[in-house]
């Protein structure tokens, strides 16, 4: 008969260091490697039962930093609450030297960050001991900006789009960062942020279709349509031709009643789904869609 695994009351549903735990007599080594366990970083473990994510992962980070550090970029904002941040997405963290940390699953830059652009988030307190003293995250604008620095840049103004949206931060904190820094890279991504967007994939195609060569769409344009209102996704007003994401084919289903109203407001609409976002040659294949589309609006108003 297997044995049933040794949970002790405070370690059940938290996060801890593995070798604190072995130093305070809670577990043995064998016991930490046990099922009741899971390993998450070098020496940081969590109850096996708590399920994944990218809060948890931030946590986890938590532990490890050292003093002066902070969770920042989409890692800070997920940590206040926002719905960002996926479990295989890395761990965004900023190191002032001379300290340094480099380890599989955390995205690291090392770089000077002062005390004032630090503030802590309540973590979950443990059953049987005093209140922890929280995270530490960027402050929103420093936040803000660290996720503009991100590689991909279309999921950078996913993010930063959903940051706008949820009133985390505002368009003029943006203006003053792009104004601080303007010929920089995160300058020109902050410069594509939106906080009228709708979802993260509506926020990727419209970069991906301004970074095409297209001009500028209206996130959600609103269309008044006989006595009601609809709208589309990305809209060109002026030509009265727009673009609408589909998740999947429920989602599409569901959208019957917006698509024929846009049909009787005379809106010529391209449709895109995954494919169209992933796919090089599907994309390409929507770019010519809406060109075409665009091109014929342009000659019937001349």
Same mark, same amino acid.
């Given at each position: 008969?297997?044995?049933?695994?040794?949970?002790?009351?405070?370690? &059940?549903?938290?996060?801890?260091?593995?070798?604190?735990?072995?130093?305070?007599?809670?577990?043995?080594? #064998?016991?930490? !490697?046990?099922?009741?366990?899971?390993?998450?970083?070098? =020496?940081?473990?969590?109850?096996?039962?708590?399920?994944? #994510?990218?809060?948890?992962?931030?946590?986890?980070?938590?532990?490890?930093?050292?003093?002066?550090?902070?969770?920042?970029?989409?890692?800070?904002?997920?940590?206040?609450?926002?719905?960002?941040?996926?479990?295989?997405?890395?761990?965004? &963290?900023?190191?002032?030297?001379? !300290?340094?940390?480099?380890?599989?699953?955390?995205?690291?830059?090392?770089?000077?960050?002062?005390?004032?652009?630090?503030?802590?988030?309540?973590?979950?307190?443990?059953? !049987?001991?005093?209140?922890?003293?929280?995270?530490?995250?960027?402050?929103?604008?420093?936040?803000? *900006?660290?996720?503009?620095?991100?590689?991909?840049?279309?999921?950078?103004?996913?993010?930063?789009?959903?940051?706008?949206?949820?009133?985390?931060?505002?368009?003029?904190?943006?203006?003053?960062?792009?104004?601080?820094?303007?010929?920089?890279?995160?300058?020109?991504?902050?410069?594509?942020?939106?906080?009228?967007?709708?979802?993260?994939?509506?926020?990727?195609?419209?970069?991906?279709?301004?970074?095409?060569?297209?001009?500028?769409?209206?996130?959600?344009?609103?269309?008044?349509?006989?006595?009601?209102?609809?709208?589309? =996704?990305?809209? *060109?007003?002026?030509?009265?031709?727009?673009? !609408?994401?589909?998740?999947?084919?429920?989602?599409?289903?569901?959208?019957? #009643?917006?698509?024929?109203?846009?049909?009787?407001?005379? *809106?010529? &609409?391209?449709?895109?789904?995954?494919?169209?976002?992933?796919?090089?040659?599907?994309?390409?294949?929507?770019?010519?869609?809406?060109?075409?589309?665009?091109?014929?609006?342009?000659?019937?108003?001349?």
């Amino acid at each position: 008969m297997a044995r049933t695994p040794h949970r002790p009351a405070e370690l &059940v549903g938290q996060i801890f260091r593995g070798s604190d735990v072995v130093r305070r007599g809670l577990l043995t080594r #064998s016991q930490l !490697n046990g099922a009741a366990w899971r390993r998450v970083l070098r =020496d940081v473990y969590v109850d096996a039962e708590l399920p994944d #994510s990218h809060r948890l992962r931030c946590e986890a980070v938590g532990l490890i930093l050292p003093a002066g550090a902070a969770l920042t970029g989409r890692s800070a904002a997920c940590v206040e609450g926002l719905p960002i941040g996926e479990p295989e997405d890395p761990v965004s &963290v900023i190191v002032p030297p001379p !300290n340094r940390l480099q380890m599989r699953g955390v995205r690291a830059r090392h770089a000077a960050l002062p005390a004032t652009e630090i503030r802590r988030h309540p973590t979950s307190d443990p059953p !049987n001991g005093p209140p922890g003293p929280g995270l530490p995250v960027t402050v929103p604008v420093r936040t803000a *900006w660290e996720l503009a620095r991100e590689p991909d840049v279309p999921a950078a103004v996913a993010g930063l789009d959903l940051l706008l949206g949820h009133g985390y931060v505002t368009e003029s904190e943006l203006r003053s960062l792009v104004e601080a820094r303007p010929r920089t890279r995160t300058a020109a991504t902050l410069r594509l942020a939106d906080g009228r967007a709708g979802a993260p994939e509506e926020s990727v195609l419209r970069v991906k279709v301004v970074r095409a060569g297209f001009p500028h769409p209206v996130p959600h344009h609103p269309i008044r349509v006989h006595d009601h209102r609809t709208s589309v =996704d990305l809209g *060109w007003p002026a030509l009265r031709v727009g673009a !609408n994401f589909y998740r999947d084919s429920e989602h599409y289903r569901g959208d019957q #009643s917006r698509r024929s109203a846009l049909a009787d407001a005379r *809106w010529t &609409v391209i449709l895109a789904g995954r494919d169209e976002l992933h796919d090089p040659d599907r994309f390409a294949k929507f770019c010519g869609f809406l060109d075409d589309a665009l091109r014929r609006r342009r000659d019937e108003t001349l």
